[in-house]
């Protein structure tokens, strides 16, 4: 095979761990695609600048084993705090979380919201499948309203979380969500995401076939990835508003786009101070 | 008198499920529960019996084990039979609640599909989960099959909510050993289980009529005295035990005992071992004895509180007894189980070799053979007269 012809993302790979163990026809790989898609745009040859921290669910399969770089594989729900302390730790690394919505927005709710205020200086990218997918199709907080899943058989009663308008309202430099079947902008916004300073937050709605299709009877990923390709693009400085997600109206662009100090900027003046 | 054959239903569930069906029997008020591997069925399946109109409880699909703890506690408070499911890193999540649910005196009912702890992630079974939570003043109980772990879970209510007791019970199973794996279980009808338990009465709830503060401060002036309190109740616990399990076996046939005993009468060494192992422990001995070798069996159900005459009774004066293990307290003397063992034996006449084996970490198998390796050494340090504290067995070393 010349150069040419093998995948720009597979320098990035470990070729030992391939391939993914994620089902036919998972979001989860183009969602790596579009990450890797965004570090190749940006110039790097390799992972050396970068750690990444995942937590537990499908989304957290992503960067680890898979990226050829350090990752940290911690445990479900906290994988922002501990990329918080790595990037206290190390602010010369670029960290990045890339984990799932059970893992980030469920159990991990918390430190989401709060890394956001602190505009602490992280990528974090989301994995969103409206689903507890590892664990077999659960009902989370991304689930949409009336959703029948394994845990809300009978459809499920509460709403879900805009993920998107909840970071950009905590407090985030740079909030976007596209979804697998907008690859391209997806990459762009990440590129734009690394090289942003603070909280920056991209969501990524990605297809479950085997858990979130099958149990809401959504269809399969072809199906799923048409859906998301329907879904309307924000119009630049539109009003945020407030609305609950539901399978039509979950819009996609930009939420946040702003330049605050960010959290190790605000430590540092704060020492000048001193 | 036991219940007719013909009104008994029987089916082939998976751990988990005889589970589910159990909680679907026991007229839960509220269960609230979030996923995690191998414990999730438990809640998927009752969530069916929700959605079926087979029970009448609110299920709170909450978004943590912290959540699902504190849920339980509360909804507790106000007088209502609660449950919860989890399992390693999720009843971890819990521990901070776990404390405050047996002090409180919460008669929750924690059914928990035994798993390893993080880190590196697993999901098979071990009990390191179970002995995190030893000393939070949950009663504990582990169960060897499904038809146990159904019986179980519907005496853990009546125990849990006896007066002299009111405090919560944890019913384990191994992980994907016995929650996922289908046997025969015998179902009672539900009027039964209903006139078995009855309704909660509960003894201080929270009601407006007579509005109380749960949980406040209480520093160096009483916070001793509700331990102390909370000791005493779980103390009560063989009593109280053995009085449900009377009661129980007057409608199954069926009990289990705080330990159960096999071949221990007159055997000079004895395996014990908690939950599936039991089930390969038995096999081994009945193999052991066809060729002469005096070998009996504890399988250890109750392990808090920790049954200590029975289990000294029981061993009697054999000359060694093998502790089979599932989790280490790293650095400790011994392992936990070993560690009760030698506790339980330091006053007893008859002091035999205690021998410590630490198995089947993070589902590594235990066959047979590792039973049998164990024997061997065990025969090795009777006749040398010495042994050492504990062993790992089954590992690359
Ligand atoms: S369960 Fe869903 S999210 Fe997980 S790997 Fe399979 S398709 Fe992807």
New interface residues.
């Given amino acids: 095979m010349t150069e040419s012809q093998i995948h720009f993302a597979r320098q990035f790979l470990r070729e030992e761990a391939l391939p993914s163990p994620f089902c036919p026809g998972c979001g989860n790989g183009i969602v790596t695609n579009s990450f890797l898609k965004a570090v190749n745009d940006l110039g790097h040859s390799d992972l050396r600048k970068f750690a990444f921290v995942s937590g537990?669910g499908c989304g957290a399969w992503i960067p680890s084993p898979h990226f050829k770089a350090d990752t940290l594989?911690?445990?479900?729900?906290r994988a922002v705090a501990f990329a918080t302390g790595l990037k206290a730790a190390n602010p010369e690394l670029e960290v990045v979380v890339i984990s799932g919505d059970g893992d980030l927005a469920?159990?991990g709710?918390n430190h989401l919201i709060h890394a956001a205020r602190r505009n602490m200086d992280l990528t974090v990218i989301c994995a969103n499948n409206w689903i507890?997918g590892?664990?077999?199709g659960?009902?989370?907080?991304t689930t949409f309203t009336g959703d029948r899943t394994?845990?809300?058989?009978?459809g499920n009663p509460e709403r879900p979380f805009d993920l998107a308008r909840l970071v950009a309202a905590s407090g985030a430099n740079f909030v976007a969500r596209w979804t697998t079947a907008h690859p391209i902008p997806a990459a762009r916004a990440i590129r734009t995401a690394l090289e942003r300073r603070g909280f920056s937050f991209i969501e990524m709605l990605s297809q479950c076939p085997t858990a979130y299709g099958r149990r809401t009877k959504s269809g399969d990923a072809v199906d799923m990835i048409k859906w998301m390709k329907s879904l309307p693009v924000r119009k630049k400085d539109e009003p945020l508003g407030h609305r609950v997600p539901t399978k039509d109206l979950l819009d996609l662009g930009v939420f946040a786009d702003r330049d605050e100090p960010s959290f190790l900027q605000s430590m540092e003046k704060m020492k000048e101070q001193i | 008198m036991t219940v007719a054959k013909d009104k008994i239903s029987i089916e082939g569930l998976t751990g988990d499920a005889a589970i589910a069906h159990a909680l679907k029997q026991c007229d839960l008020d509220v269960l609230a529960a979030y996923p995690i591997t191998p414990q999730t069925i438990i809640v998927e399946d009752f969530q069916k019996f929700a959605a079926d109109g087979e029970v009448q409880t609110a299920v709170i699909p909450v978004e943590s084990e912290h959540s699902a703890m504190s849920a339980c506690v509360g909804a507790s408070a106000t007088g209502a039979r609660v449950a919860t499911a989890s399992a390693s890193a999720g009843l971890a999540l819990m521990w901070e609640i776990l404390y405050c649910a047996a002090s409180m005196r919460m008669p929750i009912v924690f059914t928990v599909a035994n798993r390893a702890l993080s880190a590196p992630i697993n999901i098979h079974n071990d009990h390191s989960d179970g002995m995190g939570m030893r000393d939070s003043g949950f009663v504990q109980l582990y169960c060897q099959s499904s038809q146990e772990a159904y019986d179980t879970t519907i005496m853990a209510f009546k125990i849990a909510e006896d007066h002299d007791i009111l405090l919560p019970v944890m019913v384990g199973i191994d992980g994907f050993i016995l929650s996922h794996n289908v046997e025969r279980v015998e179902m009672l009808p539900t009027d039964v289980v209903t006139d078995f338990l009855g309704i909660r009465e509960p003894v201080q709830p929270l009601h407006p009529d007579k509005p109380i503060t749960m949980g406040p401060l209480a520093l160096t002036d009483y916070y001793f005295e509700f331990k102390e309190q909370q000791d005493r109740a779980i103390q009560e616990v063989p009593k109280i035990y053995k009085k449900v399990e009377k009661e129980f076996e007057k409608l199954t046939g069926r009990s289990y005992g705080m330990i159960e005993e096999y071949k221990t009468d007159d055997a000079e060494i004895i395996i014990l071992a908690m939950s599936t192992m039991g089930g390969t422990a038995k096999a081994v001995a009945d193999v052991l004895r066809e060729k002469g070798e005096k070998v009996g069996v504890i399988r250890l159900k109750m392990f808090r509180p920790f049954p200590v005459e029975e289990i000294c009774k029981a061993i009697g004066d054999a000359k060694a007894v093998m502790i089979f293990e599932k989790a280490m307290s790293f650095g400790a003397v011994t392992h936990p189980l070993a560690m009760e063992i030698r506790s339980a034996l330091y006053e007893a006449e008859n002091r035999p070799m205690v021998l410590d084996f630490v198995v089947g970490l993070g589902g590594r198998d235990v066959p047979p053979t590792t039973f049998v390796e164990g024997y061997e050494k065990t025969k090795k340090y009777l006749e040398k007269g010495e042994a050492p504290l504990y062993e790992t067995l089954g590992v690359r070393k």
């Fill in positions: 537990i594989h911690t445990t479900h729900g469920a159990i709710g507890y590892m664990t077999g659960q009902v989370g907080p394994t845990t809300s058989p009978y």
